[in-house]
Every structure is written in structure tokens, then in C-alpha cells.
């Protein structure tokens, strides 16, 4: 693989800090905006358990006046095959049902839903308007338990844009309490890797001991596909958010370096 630069890890006292840091990530590159609709810098958000306690506060950020919606675009990595942005189970269901303010957005036109179909030539114009908005400034990341970012799972090439894909067995397993009494879906529409490596600054979080080995693995185990996480190894401003049990299967010498 090409020229590895290590992510910045930073080892939190719990995974509640997340949500101040995030925060101000996010208020920095909203604040950072031209003059002229077309330039506001486009933010690109994870959907997920780790992000919730982050919605919560974004909604409240918004709702109390502290962050104008109007500051940024939004948009999201990925999408459950054929749900539209009202059904439950779908990501922009579950954004939206966190953060109210993003579905105004929607509204606006300042919040640019994956589309769901995965339709090539939508998919292709989606990617046309993340490049005419100048890029995703911010993207933030979860990883699954079998080293996924976005539904880039095990054995994903290092360079695919938005694509339509089939979820591994444990992706589906972790999504069941979504979709019961139903079954989880079996495609989605994601981000791919090159789409991910795209962003200017990309910010992973993880936190709990389920995500201690996806962790290790990302990012001191091989960079390849087998671990799609690595990927981020070959970005150059990526920073890393981890609770304690996140970050207990690190080994403590190599990490030395990169944890602050
Ligand atoms: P989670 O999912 O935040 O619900 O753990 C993360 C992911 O699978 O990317």
C-alpha cells in the first residue's frame, strides 16, 4: 500500500468528552465559511450509537441559537438500500429523528441525503455535488466490529466512490434491534473508501470494548482491505477519538507515539 501516515489517537477519559470536542471540530469548520451559499463548507456526518449522545447536543447547539444551520451543508455516508429519508430504520430517519434541525435542511436544500436507490447516475451526481460544494471540509466516522467505516466492509477496495453493496453478517447482527420484528436489509448504499479519503479532516470515534479489536487493527495491524479502517492510515489529517475500552487492545509501545 502506498505511504502510511499514522492518525493522531487521542484516549479519552470517557466517551461523554467526545461531544464538546466534536462540537467545536464542527463549529471551527462552520466558521471557517466564505461569503456566498455556494461555498459553505460541507460537513459529512456517521450515523450509529457511537453518535448519538453528538445529535442530541447538535440538536440543542441549534434549538438555543449557540450554531446556525445555515453555516454549513450537511450530508451522511451512507444509506439502507430503498429507504427514503421518512422511514424508520434508514440513517437520515435516524438523523433527523436526533436532530430535528437537519430535516429543515432537507427542506432547504442544505442537506444532501445519499440516494437511496443506488441508481449509478444518481449516485454519480451525488459525488457531482459533494465536488461542486467544494468537498467534505469534516467527515466524521464510526467502525464496526469487523474494521467497516461507513458499509466499506472486509475485503472493500481502497478505491470505489459511492457505491451499492452487501452488508457482512455481523453488520446486519448489530443492526437487528433497528428493524425487529423485521429482518435488517441485506444492501445499502455507502460511501466507498476513496469518497471517505476524500475529506480535508476526517474524525473516528469508537468507544467501548467491542470496538477494541477493530481499533488495533485499524491502526496497527496490515493496511488493507481486509481491515477497511486502515485505509485511514493513508490520510493525512485524520484524528482518532477513543474511550478507555476502545483503545485496551492498542500495544502500549507502538501506541506511545501516536496517543496524546
Ligand atoms: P455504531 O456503528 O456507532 O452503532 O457502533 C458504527 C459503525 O458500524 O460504523
Do not use: W
Not at 447538535?58 to 441559537?65: N, V
Not at 445555515?70 to 434508514?90: I, K, N, Q
Not at 481502497?158 to 437487528?176: C, I, N, P, Q, Y
Request: aromatic share 6%; charged share 25%.
Amino acid at each position: 500500500m502506498e505511504h502510511s501516515a499514522t492518525p493522531e489517537v487521542r484516549v479519552l477519559d470517557a466517551a461523554e468528552a467526545a461531544v464538546p470536542f466534536l462540537l467545536q471540530e464542527l463549529r471551527a469548520v462552520a466558521l471557517s465559511s466564505d461569503e456566498g451559499a455556494e461555498h459553505r463548507p460541507l460537513i459529512s456526518f456517521a450515523t450509529g450509537g457511537t453518535f448519538t449522545a453528538f445529535f442530541r447536543a447538535l440538536d440543542a447547539e441549534i434549538q438555543e441559537g449557540r450554531l446556525d444551520p445555515t453555516s454549513f451543508v450537511g450530508t451522511h455516508l451512507d444509506e439502507y438500500m430503498g429507504f427514503e429519508p421518512e422511514r424508520a430504520g434508514g440513517m437520515v430517519h435516524e438523523l433527523t429523528l436526533r436532530c430535528p434541525p437537519l430535516r429543515d435542511m432537507i427542506a432547504r436544500g442544505s442537506f444532501l441525503p445519499v440516494p437511496c436507490h443506488g441508481a449509478e447516475g444518481s449516485l454519480r451526481a451525488h459525488e457531482e455535488r459533494i465536488e461542486r460544494a467544494g468537498g467534505i471540509k469534516l467527515q466524521l466516522l464510526g467502525i464496526g466490529r469487523n474494521g467497516h467505516v461507513a458499509f466499506n466492509e472486509p475485503g472493500a477496495s481502497f478505491d470505489e466512490g459511492f457505491h451499492v453493496t452487501a452488508l457482512a453478517e455481523s453488520t446486519r447482527a448489530d443492526a437487528k434491534s433497528r428493524f425487529v420484528p423485521d429482518q435488517p436489509p441485506r444492501r445499502a448504499v455507502t460511501a466507498g473508501l476513496r469518497s471517505i479519503l476524500g475529506a480535508e479532516r476526517i474524525i473516528l470515534c469508537a468507544f467501548g470494548s467491542d470496538k477494541a479489536e477493530a481499533v488495533a487493527t485499524m491502526l496497527q495491524g496490515e493496511i488493507n482491505g481486509t481491515c477497511p479502517a486502515s485505509a485511514l492510515r493513508t490520510h493525512k489529517n485524520v484524528l482518532v477519538l477513543l474511550d478507555p475500552a476502545a483503545a485496551s487492545n492498542l500495544d502500549a509501545d507502538k501506541a506511545a507515539d501516536a496517543i496524546s
